[in-house]
């Protein structure tokens, strides 16, 4: 249990030392690499675990209830800062932190403005600023019909509990016509609920296409076993779901995204700036990543010119 694991950290401080905790919502590629750019993005900012900064890691493995447990045990550790990997973290932390002013810097969340974070014009709703992972909506379906020039129907699973997809799914309902495609949507509640969705979606699409739904992504190799039994190809959202066999992506770099995160709460950490001084950013570079093993069993040949644009191209599906 989180309580379990933090109750066993040591209180002490070194002199000129701070403490924060790092709650991520879920195990998977793309929150990992937040992870780790954040450490590196603290570094830069002057402070590095083990010398002057002592963290507390926990993991909430997609339960929101967890979550709540970690922020609030963070809090009793007296941490000077939490971090917040993923939208539903952010909200626990968020509420758990608001009543001591604790600051919170939070990374991988879709939308702030709908998760009640920051208001429309980037500002904070409170000592709470970070990053946005905003997903480049019309550059990934512009992507997906040059790979599918016949496709008309994208599949899109999403939990239902996550305000990030649903910001998702209404943006992509709103703008896929225009580039010629229904958008069918399937919510899910749990990720018992995902073989089911999964199968029932299966059977009414050309594609699927992933979102940054950390309850999806964590179960993303049952879709993908389904969905190489139909020969539908599935396109993922980042880097990490085109290694472990989505098809290709008009992506981010989810470890850039955390070394930008780490350099504000640097800032924050310093003094410099309240983090309700800071609004928050988007970052606003994709790049395409594409998978040839995947192309090779599905029997599809990606467009000259996007391989040609990648940012990296994969030769195997990674286990």
């Given at each position: 249990?989180?309580?379990?694991?933090?109750?066993?950290?040591?209180?002490?401080?070194?002199?000129?030392?701070?403490?924060?905790?790092?709650?991520?919502?879920?195990?998977?590629?793309?929150?990992d690499n937040c992870r780790e750019g954040f450490l590196a993005g603290l570094a830069e900012g002057?402070?590095?675990?083990?010398?002057?900064?002592?963290?507390?890691?926990?993991?909430?493995?997609?339960?929101?209830?967890?979550?709540?447990?970690?922020?609030?045990?963070?809090?009793?550790?007296?941490?000077?800062?939490?971090?917040?990997?993923?939208?539903?973290?952010?909200?626990?932390?968020?509420?758990?932190?608001?009543?001591?002013?604790?600051?919170?810097?939070?990374?991988?969340?879709?939308?702030?403005?709908?998760?009640?974070?920051?208001?429309?014009?980037?500002?904070?709703?409170?000592?709470?600023?970070?990053?946005?992972?905003?997903?480049?909506?019309?550059?990934?379906?512009?992507?997906?019909?040059?790979?599918?020039?016949?496709?008309?129907?994208?599949?899109?699973?999403?939990?239902?509990?996550?305000?990030?997809?649903?910001?998702?799914?209404?943006?992509?309902?709103?703008?896929?016509?225009?580039?010629?495609?229904?958008?069918?949507?399937?919510?899910?509640?749990?990720?018992?609920?995902?073989?089911?969705?999964?199968?029932?979606?299966?059977?009414?699409?050309?594609?699927?296409?992933?979102?940054?739904?950390?309850?999806?992504?964590?179960?993303?190799?049952?879709?993908?076993?389904?969905?190489?039994?139909?020969?539908?190809?599935?396109?993922?959202?980042e880097v990490e779901q085109v290694k472990l066999g989505c098809l290709a992506t008009v992506g981010?770099?989810?470890?850039?995204?955390?070394?930008?995160?780490?350099?504000?709460?640097?800032?924050?950490?310093?003094?410099?700036?309240?983090?309700?001084?800071?609004?928050?950013?988007?970052?606003?570079?994709?790049?395409?990543?594409?998978?040839?093993?995947?192309?090779?069993?599905?029997?599809?040949?990606?467009?000259?010119?996007?391989?040609?644009?990648?940012?990296?191209?994969?030769?195997?599906?990674?286990?």
């Amino acid at each position: 249990m989180a309580a379990g694991l933090l109750a066993g950290c040591a209180n002490s401080k070194k002199e000129g030392q701070v403490t924060i905790g790092i709650g991520q919502f879920a195990e998977h590629g793309s929150l990992d690499n937040c992870r780790e750019g954040f450490l590196a993005g603290l570094a830069e900012g002057g402070y590095v675990e083990g010398e002057n900064l002592k963290v507390l890691f926990e993991n909430a493995q997609a339960d929101g209830g967890t979550a709540a447990q970690i922020a609030d045990n963070f809090m009793a550790k007296k941490v000077d800062l939490i971090a917040a990997i993923a939208t539903p973290m952010a909200q626990s932390a968020y509420s758990a932190a608001k009543k001591k002013d604790v600051p919170v810097i939070f990374t991988a969340v879709t939308d702030p403005v709908m998760a009640e974070l920051a208001k429309e014009d980037k500002t904070p709703n409170g000592n709470i600023t970070g990053t946005s992972d905003k997903l480049p909506v019309e550059k990934q379906l512009e992507m997906i019909r040059k790979v599918l020039p016949e496709a008309k129907t994208i599949g899109i699973m999403y939990s239902t509990s996550e305000v990030n997809s649903v910001s998702a799914i209404e943006e992509y309902k709103a703008v896929a016509p225009n580039y010629g495609f229904e958008i069918i949507e399937s919510g899910i509640s749990t990720a018992a609920d995902i073989p089911l969705a999964a199968d029932n979606l299966l059977e009414k699409v050309d594609c699927l296409n992933n979102l940054t739904d950390n309850t999806v992504v964590s179960s993303l190799p049952v879709i993908l076993d389904k969905a190489q039994e139909k020969n539908i190809p599935v396109f993922g959202s980042e880097v990490e779901q085109v290694k472990l066999g989505c098809l290709a992506t008009v992506g981010l770099d989810y470890f850039d995204l955390g070394v930008q995160t780490g350099k504000m709460a640097a800032q924050v950490l310093r003094g410099e700036k309240k983090a309700s001084e800071i609004n928050f950013e988007v970052i606003e570079e994709a790049s395409f990543y594409g998978n040839n093993a995947v192309a090779d069993q599905l029997g599809i040949t990606l467009p000259e010119e996007l391989v040609n644009s990648a940012k990296e191209m994969f030769d195997e599906i990674s286990e």
